[in-house]
C-alpha cells in the first residue's frame, strides 16, 4: 500500500464486506492477485462507500463548457450520490451548487434549462444564478414578500460546490479539499507538453446506459487484452504488437501507440493539434485521470470517456469528443466529425456487450475473483487496489 494514513473505521467496513482475503489480494503480486470479489459489484452497500469516499473526495467531470454556453444555463448532474447543478452565472462564471433548497430540501431543478433565477417548485423561494436568496413569498404571512438585496446568509443562500474548469471541461470536488484539477491532471499533460489543449473544442458526445457496475468500464478500458476478440476494427488499426499494458504515474494510468497508418475517426481527415511534431502525428495515447476522468488522445481529438455509477449493476457513460478549432462545429468538417462519433459509438458497443457480461458473470458463487494476466493486467488489478486505498484513506 502506498504511505498514507488509513481510517480504521473504514478498513474495518471494507474488510466486513470483502472478507480478508478479497481485501488482502488487492495488495499482493499480480500473479497471486484476483480481481476484487463480487460483492464490490453487486453490493448497494459498497457502492455507498465508493460514493462517498471515492467520488465525493476526488474531481469528478461534470461535463463540457460547451452544454452550459450561455448566462443562466443550468445542469443538474449527481456526483457521488449528490445532486448537483453546474450554473453559469451573469458573469459567464461556472458554478457549483448542491441541487436543493434551503427551505424544506425540495430538488430545485430536475433538468437542463436557462433561467434567469432559480426558483424552488415546492414554496417558490427565489435565488440568484450565484446562489444568493433573493426572495421568499409570505414567508411571514400572506402577501408578505421576504427580499435580499445580497443574499440571506450562509444558512439560506445555496451551499456552493468547488468547481474547476480546464480548456472546456467541467469538474467538481464536493469535498472541497482536492488539489488543484491543475495538479491532479499533470501526469497527463506532462506526457503530452507538444499538444496544445486550449485548441480543443466540443463537437459532442455519446450517452450510453449499461448493465454493469461502473469499475468494470474502466478495468476494461485499461487492458488491452480483450482486443484480440472484441476490436477486429481497433485490431486491425493498431496491431497488439504495438501496444504495451500501460502502467500508473501516481493516480494516473496511462499507455500509448504509435499505429501505422491514420484512419478515418483517429487522425484522419481533420485538422491536428497546431504545432504538434512530426513523431506524433500517429500516436493515440490513452490516460485514467482516477477515478473516472479517462482521456484519449489520438493527433486530431480529445476524447473524454466518464462513467457515472447508479446502481452496482447500473450505469451511465457518457463520451465526450473535442476536435481541433473550427473542426469541432464547422460545416465543413461534419462528414468527419460523424466519422469520429460513429468510430466511438461502434466500439463502445463492442465493449458494453462485454461489459454486461462480466457484470453477469459476478452473480456465480463460483467466481473468486478470477485470475489475472500479469503481462496485460497489472493496471486493471491496481485500479481495484486504489479503490480500496481511496475508501480507507484517512
Ligand atoms: S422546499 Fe423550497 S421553498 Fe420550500
Ligand atoms: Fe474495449
Redesign the pocket.
Known amino acids: 500500500m502506498d504511505v498514507q494514513t488509513t481510517d480504521p473505521e473504514y478498513v474495518d467496513r471494507v474488510k466486513s464486506l470483502l472478507g480478508d482475503d478479497g481485501y488482502q489480494q488487492a495488495f499482493a503480486d499480480i500473479e497471486e492477485a484476483s480481481g476484487l470479489p463480487n460483492t464490490a459489484y453487486w453490493s448497494n452497500e459498497w457502492l455507498s462507500l465508493e460514493q462517498e469516499r471515492v467520488f465525493r473526495r476526488s474531481w469528478v467531470f461534470a461535463g463540457a463548457e460547451a452544454e452550459i454556453p450561455a448566462a443562466g444555463d443550468i445542469k443538474p448532474v449527481d456526483i457521488g450520490g449528490a445532486p448537483l447543478i453546474i450554473v453559469r452565472d451573469r458573469n459567464g462564471i461556472v458554478r457549483g451548487f448542491h441541487n436543493v433548497?434551503?427551505?424544506?430540501?425540495?430538488k430545485?431543478v430536475q433538468e437542463k434549462c436557462n433561467r434567469s433565477y432559480i426558483t424552488?417548485?415546492?414554496?417558490?423561494?427565489n435565488y440568484e444564478l450565484n446562489g444568493n436568496l433573493r426572495a421568499?413569498p409570505h414567508f411571514h404571512g400572506p402577501g408578505k414578500m421576504d427580499k435580499f438585496e445580497n443574499g440571506g446568509g450562509e444558512k439560506v443562500d445555496l451551499i456552493p460546490v468547488r468547481v474547476e474548469t480546464w480548456n472546456g471541461c467541467i469538474f467538481v470536488n464536493v469535498s472541497g479539499n482536492a488539489e488543484p484539477v491543475e495538479d491532479w491532471l499533470s501526469p497527463l499533460t506532462n506526457r503530452t507538453s507538444s499538444y496544445d489543449y486550449s485548441s480543443i473544442r466540443w463537437a459532442g458526445k455519446l450517452d450510453f446506459e449499461i448493465r454493469s457496475n461502473w469499475k468494470l468500464v474502466y478495468e476494461n478500458y485499461m487492458e488491452g487484452y480483450h482486443v484480440f476478440s472484441v476490436h477486429p476494427k481497433l485490431l486491425k488499426f493498431a496491431p497488439m504488437n504495438l501496444r504495451g499494458s500501460g502502467e500508473w504515474d501516481r493516480h494516473v494510468f496511462y499507455n500509448d501507440y504509435v499505429f501505422p497508418e491514420a484512419d478515418e475517426g483517429r487522425g484522419s481527415g481533420l485538422p491536428h493539434y497546431p504545432g504538434l511534431p512530426e513523431k506524433d502525428a500517429q500516436r493515440g495515447l490513452w490516460f485514467l485521470c482516477f477515478p473516472h476522468f479517462a482521456a484519449e488522445v489520438y493527433p486530431d481529438q480529445f476524447t473524454i470517456l466518464v462513467s457515472y455509477p447508479i446502481a452496482p449493476d447500473l450505469t451511465r457513460e457518457e463520451l465526450h469528443v473535442f476536435l481541433i478549432g473550427e473542426a469541432a462545429t464547422s460545416n465543413a468538417y461534419q462528414k468527419e466529425r460523424k466519422s469520429v462519433l460513429k468510430m466511438w459509438d461502434d466500439l463502445t458497443r463492442e465493449d458494453i456487450g462485454m461489459l454486461e457480461l462480466l457484470q453477469q458473470g459476478r452473480l456465480s458463487p463460483a467466481y473468486d475473483g478470477g485470475r489475472l494476466s500479469p503481462h496485460w493486467e497489472a493496471p486493471t488489478h491496481q485500479f481495484g487496489r486504489r479503490i480500496i486505498e481511496k475508501i480507507v484513506a484517512a
Do not use: T
Request: charged residues 20%; glycine residues 8%; aromatic residues 14%.
Open positions: 433548497c434551503r427551505h424544506r430540501g425540495a430545485l424552488c417548485p415546492y414554496h417558490a423561494w421568499r
